[in-house]
C-alpha cells in the first residue's frame, strides 16, 4: 500500500481510536472527569477531526473544480478528465476500454448487484494497486453492501494463515477501510485497535514488513501524546529505517527519513531531524519533499 493512502487510513484510525478512549475515559469517571472539557485530550481529538475534515475538503474542492472546469470550458475538456480516469480503471480491468461515462453509470447498478466477495478479492490481489484504484475498490464493497463479508474474508484468511505475514497486514488494511464508512463512535476505536494489533502479529512474522510497520508508526504519530504513542512512533520508525537499509531500494522507503525528520522537529530535537532528512536525502537525491527540507551542508 502507498504512504499517501496510509497517511489519509492513519488519521482515522487514530481519531477513533481517541475517541474510545475518550469515551471509555468518560464512563469510568463519570463522576470525576480526569480532564475538563476542552482539556489536551479533546483538543487533540477536534485538531484530528479537523484534519480529516480538510481532507474530505481537498477531495470535493477537486470535484468542484472539475464542476467549474465543465461550465466555463469546453465540454470536450471534461470528458478528457474522465476519459484518463475511466482508462486507468480500464487497465486494472475495473472498466471496460472505451466505456463512455454516461452509459458506464447506467450499468453502475447491474454490476453492483452482480459483484461477488471473490469479485472484489481479485480486484485487490491486482499487481501495483494504486490508491485510487484500492478506494474504489472498497467503495465498490461498501454500494454492494459487501465490506462486511470482505473484512470476514480478510479475517479468515489472516486465521487460517497465522504464519503469513502478508495475511496478517491485510486484515489490518480491512480494518482501516471499514473505519470509514463507520459514523462516529467507539466502533471506530475499536477497529483502529484491531487494525494495531493485526499489524503488530505481521511484524512478529516478518519484522522487515515495511507497509506494517510504517502504517502502525504513522498511526501512533497522530495518537493524543498523553498516550505516549507519539514517542512509540518515533521508535517504529527509527528502527524501520534501520532494516530498510537491508532491504531492496524502493522510492516509499523515503517517507520513513521523512517522517522520522518531522516527528524529531515536533518534538524539538532539530538536531535530529536534520540528520534524518539529510541521510534520506542522500539515499533518495530524487526526493523533493527530503531536498527541501536539507540544509546547506548537511547532506555532505
Excluded: C
Excluded at 481519531?15 to 463519570?30: C, F, I, R, V
Excluded at 483538543?43 to 464542476?67: D, F, N, W
Excluded at 494489533?197 to 501524546?225: G, M, V
Amino acid at each position: 500500500m502507498r504512504p499517501a493512502l496510509i497517511l489519509v487510513l492513519a488519521v482515522l484510525a487514530a481519531a477513533g481510536t481517541s475517541l474510545l478512549m475518550n469515551l471509555s475515559s468518560s464512563e469510568s469517571n463519570a463522576a470525576t472527569p480526569v480532564l475538563d472539557k476542552g482539556g489536551p485530550s479533546d483538543a487533540t481529538v477536534s485538531a484530528l477531526e479537523a484534519e480529516v475534515e480538510a481532507l474530505r475538503a481537498e477531495v470535493e474542492g477537486l470535484r468542484a473544480a472539475k464542476l467549474a472546469a465543465g461550465a466555463g470550458g469546453t465540454r470536450s475538456e471534461v470528458v478528457d478528465v474522465e476519459a484518463q480516469v475511466l482508462a486507468v480503471l480500464a487497465e486494472r480491468g475495473l472498466l471496460e476500454p472505451g466505456a463512455a461515462p454516461v452509459a458506464r453509470a447506467a450499468e453502475l447498478d447491474e454490476e453492483l448487484a452482480n459483484l461477488s466477495v471473490e469479485d472484489l478479492v481479485a480486484m485487490l490481489n491486482a499487481d501495483d494497486l494504486s490508491d485510487i484504484e484500492w478506494s474504489s475498490i472498497w467503495e465498490k464493497a461498501r454500494k454492494a453492501g459487501l465490506t462486511d463479508e470482505l473484512v470476514a474474508f480478510f479475517e479468515q484468511q489472516a486465521e487460517q494463515n497465522p504464519n503469513d505475514a502478508n495475511a496478517q497486514a491485510e486484515v489490518g488494511y480491512a480494518y482501516l477501510a471499514k473505519i470509514q464508512e463507520v459514523t462516529d463512535g467507539p466502533m471506530k476505536g475499536q477497529l483502529g485497535m484491531q487494525a494495531d494489533k493485526a499489524f503488530d502479529r505481521a511484524l512478529e512474522i516478518d519484522p522487515n514488513h515495511w507497509d506494517a510497520r510504517f502504517t502502525k508508526a504513522l498511526s501512533y504519530s497522530f495518537w493524543p501524546a498523553f498516550t505516549g504513542k507519539p514517542a512509540q512512533a518515533i521508535t517504529q520508525l527509527e528502527i524501520l529505517v534501520e532494516r530498510q537499509a537491508n532491504l531492496p531500494r524502493d522510492e516509499k522507503h523515503a517517507q520513513s527519513y521523512l517522517m522520522l525528520g518531522n516527528l524529531y522537529q515536533q518534538q524539538g530535537r532539530l538536531e535530529e531531524a536534520q540528520q534524518a532528512w539529510a541521510n534520506g536525502a542522500q539515499m533518495f537525491p530524487e526526493n523533493a519533499e527530503l531536498q527541501q527540507h536539507v540544509q546547506p551542508g548537511d547532506g555532505e
